[in-house]
């Protein structure tokens, strides 16, 4: 069963602590993506990887790393220093080898940080 | 950076009423694609245009393109309780950062039985 797989789909943490979101897919797409949700915003992009080993900040990269060190996985980890972390977090990928290419998501992680 | 402006925000229609959001960037586009997402949910591909000027159909949706490549609506005729969710436009300015899209804030459509 192909796809792209988040967890938890909820997680709750204190105010400081470090946070480590899982993004994983089988598609074997080139290319994964991390955004942000929040009411009224649509998606903000965070952090996005083309390929193994590299990755590049998005829009609103502050407070957060990534790493890629596996094609299969792009974990995201929401650090103490992000000032308003509770949201709703997609991953997605795309195969990142056509030039109008499209973005398949997984079913999210709502965080919320008390 | 590239902004994508949609409106409306919200809408809110009766079963059988048409609905059409609309989509604006700040800069010329190498494509624009559309999302759903259903409340709860996550965003789901719904199409994409590549040509200046296109028009595409899916069942009671009709996608546009604008001339300039910078802007798009996205047209339900007769709404269904199955409509319900938001749909978002997302830009991809192409060149060396193809693939990495710019999202506008969405359309979130209720509709009403």
């Known amino acids: 069963d192909g796809g792209i797989t988040q967890s938890p789909k909820y997680l709750f943490r204190k105010e400081g602590q470090n946070v480590t979101l899982s993004c994983e897919q089988n598609l074997n797409h080139d290319a994964m993506y991390w955004y942000r949700q929040d009411p009224g915003q649509g998606l903000r992009l965070i952090y996005y990887s083309q390929i193994v080993n590299d990755f590049q900040k998005g829009d609103i990269a502050e407070g957060y790393s990534v790493s890629r060190e596996k094609k299969e996985s792009f974990p995201l980890t929401v650090t103490s220093a992000q000032k308003n972390p509770t949201a709703f977090y997609l991953c997605a990928s795309s195969t990142g080898r056509l030039r109008s290419d499209t973005q398949y998501f997984g079913p999210g992680t709502r965080l919320t940080v008390l | 950076g590239q902004q994508v402006m949609q409106i409306p925000q919200y809408q809110h229609v009766q079963e059988g009423e048409d609905f059409t959001t609309y989509c604006n960037s700040s800069?010329?586009?190498?494509?624009i694609q559309w999302y759903k997402q259903r409340p709860g949910g996550h965003p789901v591909f719904l199409i994409q245009l590549v040509k200046s000027g296109e028009v595409k159909k899916q069942k009671r949706l009709t996608f546009q393109f604008g001339e300039a490549k910078k802007n798009s609506s996205l047209h339900i005729t007769a709404t269904q309780t199955t409509d319900v969710g938001t749909y978002f436009c997302?830009?991809?300015?192409?060149?060396?950062?193809?693939?990495?899209?710019?999202f506008g804030q969405g359309t979130i459509l209720t509709v009403h039985p």
């Open positions: 800069t010329t586009l190498s494509n």
């Open positions: 997302a830009g991809d300015a192409g060149g060396t950062s193809y693939g990495k899209l710019t």
